[in-house]
């Protein structure tokens, strides 16, 4: 079983930056491929990044050259470093796990709300 918990949401202007973490409960989190999903107002939970259990890492278009993801295993938690922000990134944002051979998701953590003021 693991949980998670995000923190570092909150209210920025547009252009600001945030980093938000991800904590992480449980053993074996180097197994884990990490995800961040955002649910915007009124819309469907959308794919963000993603890092694999040896780094890798995956990016939606839309936060590409913006967003940078990374995990630190030695403290179970990953990160979302947040640059030139847009009012469109205004959402809530998880923090998901999953095991290398599973095929979906299976931990999401209760969410961070991120709001960006033009």
């Known amino acids: 079983q693991v949980q998670l918990v995000e923190s570092g949401g909150g209210t920025v202007q547009a252009g600001g930056s945030l980093r938000l973490s991800c904590a992480a409960s449980?053993?074996?989190?180097?197994?884990?491929?990490m995800g961040w999903f955002r649910q915007p107002p009124g819309r469907e939970r959308e794919f963000v990044a993603r890092?694999?259990?040896?780094?890798?890492?995956v990016y939606a278009d839309s936060v590409k050259g913006r967003f940078t993801i990374s995990r630190d295993n030695a403290k179970n938690t990953v990160y979302l470093q947040m640059n030139s922000l847009k009012p469109e990134d205004t959402a809530v944002y998880y923090c998901?796990?999953?095991?290398?051979?599973?095929?979906?998701?299976?931990?999401w953590g209760q969410g961070t709300q991120v709001t960006v003021s033009s």
């Open positions: 998901g796990a999953r095991r290398v051979a599973a095929r979906e998701y299976e931990y």
């Open positions: 890092v694999g259990s040896v780094g890798s890492t």
């Open positions: 449980g053993r074996y989190f180097s197994n884990y491929n």
